[in-house]
């Protein structure tokens, strides 16, 4: 026995590695294995996955180019949009692939993490502390379980490959390893912008642990990498830091286009750096107490003024205090300011959304504080010394802990009425959920539960488009069009570029009889979004009841180039040839429109029509019979077909 026992024991030492990847995975996978059953969320997951009929095409080279040229969503992240592509391509709707993907990306992550930096310092036992923290922290729970942030854990994805490469560089410098950084890295840009801090945390890790720059001597300097200049260091990024600034002139042109970036006369520059500050002192406080986690924290406009001067006195003193130790522990600035340093893009100088911070925004972030506990905890148990069991014990106390609370908060993320529901129980004044909530009641069948949520969350913020929007059109489908009107024209004074607001007024005008109005929003719209394919099809219904018929062929003709598969256009188009007496055109796309959708009734009523006048009287007679075949209800077909039976007996 006690031989089995020796060797077993030799076996764990030997592939230790191995074990603890293993772990990683099994812990991963506790946590996150119910995301396999989650629906897609009303909060992004429409505009990426659900309701993008460009994704929705799965992985074609119309898709692709689409991807690749595209500002969708105020962002330009190809691979992103590609990478939705293939799941849809292997899981059509169904959510819980997606999810899937998420997850996967996410434990190929915490591996890569947990290797790299055992490959850089030697220590196993805590670089795997490192790799589970990040695996298991609910705060990168949004990251795992939104669909919509498949661009964090795949830029995440490769921002661990450029380490990994990077250290093979470093280890043995050549022209090769050097271009599969620049690959790597260059992925990551083009998967989600937030990758551009990294050139910056690798000259980190050039002064630890790679030990490639000393500044100072550190007291643990030892290292297997061979030493080197500081402008040969900087020298070698430089090609890095070039296709950081294409990235960031490319991103802020998105975020622009896509109206993402807040004005400075929104949100004043002194706010911005005032909930920057406090920022960082929640996103600490979040990392040691990460309960009352929401998908959305409302952008707070005044604070007072202790709050603001203690988060930068707390920030100055913990700077203050890494550097000075540096020279012995030089894991803590490098940990600190890796922190520090990958929030600066997304830590609100430049506002995009409303959001004053997200949980997402941590997901890489985050790495350098577990660095800093990682090294940093058994340093200090070790000066007081603490014995090592105890050490261990509560390495493992609070994984258990993390794995608990990330399985709960995941939870939350089943579907969106929990989502919403939940975040409404953990913040205040949120007016964003309270506009999410109120579109989940709405396709629940709760109208009046929505309406109340949705005059919420304007009377919280009154200059928020989206809820006036929403709240005009539940007004309209209540029959109260005149009150609908004055909330899309709100929302249109709130945010002008709002298309899908420019598009509903225009719907209203028009059946108001309105032309000339109507026309002036659907050409708005369609400024806006050139893609909006139902604003083509709608402008050209409002010119060919002006009697510009060729014109309307026009914009139904847009519509389809936009959308092949718009049975809608092809339904346009037919009337418009009918009415110039072209019915062979006429019945063409009729049966087009029925091809896309079989149970288009007024499609089908409108193509035996054109086939009777088209001098096709027996195939239009046996279209009326097959009509009221489907549906003996259909009144109009009936009529027509008692019409043509009259006049064929006159003849």
């Given at each position: 026995?006690?031989?089995?026992?020796?060797?077993?024991?030799?076996?764990?030492?030997?592939?230790?590695?191995?074990?603890?990847?293993?772990?990683?995975?099994?812990?991963?996978?506790?946590?996150?294995?119910?995301?396999?059953?989650?629906?897609?969320?009303?909060?992004?997951?429409?505009?990426?996955?659900?309701?993008?009929?460009?994704?929705?095409?799965?992985?074609?080279?119309?898709?692709?180019?689409?991807?690749?040229?595209?500002?969708?969503?105020?962002?330009?992240?190809?691979?992103?949009?590609?990478?939705?592509?293939?799941?849809?391509?292997?899981?059509?709707?169904?959510?819980?692939?997606?999810?899937?993907?998420?997850?996967?990306?996410?434990?190929?992550?915490?591996?890569?993490?947990?290797?790299?930096?055992?490959?850089?310092?030697?220590?196993?036992?805590?670089?795997?502390?490192?790799?589970?923290?990040?695996?298991?922290?609910?705060?990168?729970?949004?990251?795992?379980?939104?669909?919509?942030?498949?661009?964090?854990?795949?830029?995440?994805?490769?921002?661990?490959?450029?380490?990994?490469?990077?250290?093979?560089?470093?280890?043995?410098?050549?022209?090769?390893?050097?271009?599969?950084?620049?690959?790597?890295?260059?992925?990551?840009?083009?998967?989600?912008?937030?990758?551009?801090?990294?050139?910056?945390?690798?000259?980190?890790?050039?002064?630890?642990?790679?030990?490639?720059?000393?500044?100072?001597?550190?007291a643990d300097s030892v290292s297997t990498f061979p030493e080197t200049s500081g402008f040969q260091v900087i020298l070698e990024k430089i090609p890095l830091f070039v296709l950081i600034a294409l990235s960031s002139a490319v991103t802020i042109y998105a975020q622009k286009q896509g109206g993402a970036v807040v004005s400075l006369e929104t949100i004043p520059l002194n706010t911005r750096i005032a909930n920057s500050l406090i920022s960082y002192v929640h996103y600490i406080e979040k990392m040691v107490y990460p309960l009352n986690l929401g998908v959305i924290y409302p952008h707070e406009r005044m604070f007072q003024w202790w709050e603001i001067s203690g988060a930068g006195l707390i920030l100055l003193v913990i700077t203050w205090l890494f550097i000075r130790t540096a020279r012995k522990y030089p894991y803590l600035p490098v940990g600190w300011f890796w922190f520090l340093g990958t929030l600066v893009p997304v830590i609100g100088i430049i506002?995009?959304?409303?959001?004053?911070?997200?949980?997402?925004?941590?997901?890489?972030?985050?790495?350098?504080?577990?660095?800093?506990?990682?090294?940093?905890?058994?340093?200090?148990?070790?000066?007081?010394?603490?014995?090592?069991?105890?050490?261990?014990?509560?390495?493992?106390?609070?994984?258990?802990?993390?794995?608990?609370?990330?399985?709960?908060?995941?939870?939350?993320?089943?579907?969106?009425?929990?989502?919403?529901?939940?975040?409404?129980?953990?913040?205040?004044?949120?007016?964003?959920?309270?506009?999410?909530?109120?579109?989940?009641?709405?396709?629940?069948?709760?109208?009046?539960?929505?309406?109340?949520?949705?005059?919420?969350?304007?009377?919280?913020?009154?200059?928020?488009?989206?809820?006036?929007?929403?709240?005009?059109?539940?007004?309209?489908?209540?029959?109260?069009?005149?009150?609908?009107?004055?909330?899309?024209?709100?929302?249109?004074?709130?945010?002008?570029?709002?298309?899908?607001?420019?598009?509903?007024?225009?719907?209203?005008?028009?059946?108001?009889?309105?032309?000339?109005?109507?026309?002036?929003?659907?050409?708005?719209?369609?400024?806006?979004?050139?893609?909006?394919?139902?604003?083509?099809?709608?402008?050209?219904?409002?010119?060919?009841?002006?009697?510009?018929?060729?014109?309307?062929?026009?914009?139904?003709?847009?519509?389809?180039?936009?959308?092949?598969?718009?049975?809608?256009?092809?339904?346009?188009?037919?009337?418009?040839?009918?009415?110039?007496?072209?019915?062979?055109?006429?019945?063409?796309?009729?049966?087009?429109?029925?091809?896309?959708?079989?149970?288009?009734?007024?499609?089908?009523?409108?193509?035996?029509?054109?086939?009777?006048?088209?001098?096709?009287?027996?195939?239009?007679?046996?279209?009326?019979?097959?009509?009221?075949?489907?549906?003996?209800?259909?009144?109009?077909?009936?009529?027509?077909?008692?019409?043509?039976?009259?006049?064929?007996?006159?003849?």
């Open positions: 026995m006690p031989l089995k026992l020796n060797s077993l024991k030799q076996l764990i030492v030997k592939y230790q590695t191995v074990w603890l990847c293993l772990l990683l995975i099994a812990a991963s996978a506790v946590v996150y294995s119910q995301v396999r059953n989650f629906d897609f969320i009303n909060y992004d997951d429409d505009d990426y996955v659900s309701a993008n009929h460009h994704i929705q095409d799965g992985l074609t080279l119309k898709a692709i180019a689409w991807a690749f040229t595209t500002t969708h969503a105020g962002n330009w992240h190809p691979l992103t949009w590609v990478s939705h592509m293939i799941d849809v391509q292997f899981f059509g709707e169904n959510a819980g692939g997606h999810h899937f993907t998420n997850l996967l990306f996410h434990i190929a992550n915490t591996l890569i993490l947990f290797l790299v930096f055992f490959k850089m310092t030697g220590s196993r036992s805590k670089s795997a502390f490192v790799a589970a923290l990040f695996a298991l922290h609910p705060m990168h729970v949004e990251s795992v379980a939104w669909v919509s942030e498949r661009k964090d854990v795949l830029s995440a994805f490769f921002w661990m490959l450029t380490m990994w490469s990077y250290v093979n560089y470093v280890r043995r410098p050549s022209v090769c390893r050097y271009l599969w950084v620049i690959l790597f890295f260059v992925s990551g840009l083009l998967s989600k912008p937030m990758i551009v801090t990294l050139p910056c945390v690798l000259l980190l890790l050039d002064y630890w642990p790679l030990n490639r720059i000393q500044l100072f001597r550190p506002q995009v959304g409303s959001q004053a911070m997200a949980d997402r925004y941590t997901y890489v972030p985050y790495i350098g504080l577990f660095v800093v506990i990682a090294w940093g905890i058994p340093n200090l148990m070790r000066q007081w010394r603490f014995p090592k069991e105890l050490l261990r014990i509560s390495a493992i106390s609070i994984l258990a802990l993390l794995i608990g609370l990330s399985w709960r908060q995941a939870g939350f993320w089943k579907n969106s009425l929990t989502l919403f529901e939940h975040t409404l129980a953990v913040t205040s004044d949120n007016y964003t959920a309270h506009n999410n909530l109120g579109a989940v009641l709405y396709n629940l069948g709760n109208i009046d539960e929505a309406i109340s949520h949705y005059r919420q969350s304007i009377q919280i913020n009154p200059d928020y488009s989206k809820g006036h929007f929403n709240l005009g059109v539940l007004l309209e489908q209540k029959g109260e069009s005149d009150v609908a009107v004055r909330h899309y024209s709100e929302a249109i004074r709130i945010n002008p570029d709002s298309d899908k607001a420019h598009y509903n007024l225009g719907v209203l005008l028009d059946a108001k009889r309105q032309y000339d109005e109507a026309i002036r929003h659907y050409f708005k719209a369609i400024h806006v979004n050139p893609g909006y394919y139902q604003a083509y099809n709608n402008l050209g219904a409002v010119l060919m009841k002006k009697g510009r018929v060729d014109d309307a062929i026009k914009y139904f003709k847009k519509a389809l180039d936009v959308n092949p598969k718009y049975e809608k256009a092809y339904f346009s188009l037919g009337v418009a040839f009918n009415k110039l007496e072209k019915y062979d055109q006429a019945v063409s796309h009729y049966q087009k429109a029925l091809e896309l959708n079989p149970d288009f009734e007024q499609a089908r009523n409108n193509l035996c029509v054109a086939l009777f006048y088209n001098g096709k009287t027996q195939d239009a007679m046996d279209c009326f019979r097959n009509s009221l075949q489907k549906n003996p209800e259909n009144l109009t077909a009936e009529e027509n077909y008692e019409k043509a039976l009259i006049f064929l007996q006159n003849q």
